[in-house]
């Protein structure tokens, strides 16, 4: 079973910055990447960026040109880069692998306020 430790959550002030970390265990980790989440209080879970294996990268429209994903395949980890932090990035941020492992890890909170 693949298991995630999340990690570099914390409080913050809007236009700060945190530097998100997924440390992944299990073998299914390379098969396609990697992907970061985030569930705001009472609200459904909802992606935040996605990095597959060739590099290439996507993000959620609300967090494209603030935030950056990035791997690292020999520490079988995955970064979350959040710059100009905005109150409604306040949420538990989760990684899962791509295609979705069935699992998920406890997740790191993060907020945004002054």
């Known amino acids: 079973q693949v298991q995630f430790v999340e990690s570099g959550g914390g409080l913050v002030q809007p236009g700060g910055s945190l530097r998100l970390s997924c440390a992944v265990s299990?073998?299914?980790?390379?098969?396609?990447?990697g992907r970061w989440y985030r569930q705001a209080l009472d609200k459904q879970r909802e992606f935040v960026a996605q990095i597959l294996n060739s590099g290439s990268t996507n993000y959620a429209d609300s967090v494209n040109g603030r935030f950056t994903i990035a791997r690292d395949n020999a520490k079988n980890t995955v970064y979350l880069q959040m710059n100009s932090l905005k109150p409604e990035d306040t949420a538990v941020y989760y990684c899962?692998?791509?295609?979705?492992?069935?699992?998920w890890g406890q997740g790191t909170q993060v907020t945004v306020s002054s």
């Open positions: 899962n692998t791509l295609p979705f492992s069935g699992s």
């Open positions: 299990g073998s299914r980790f390379n098969i396609a990447g």
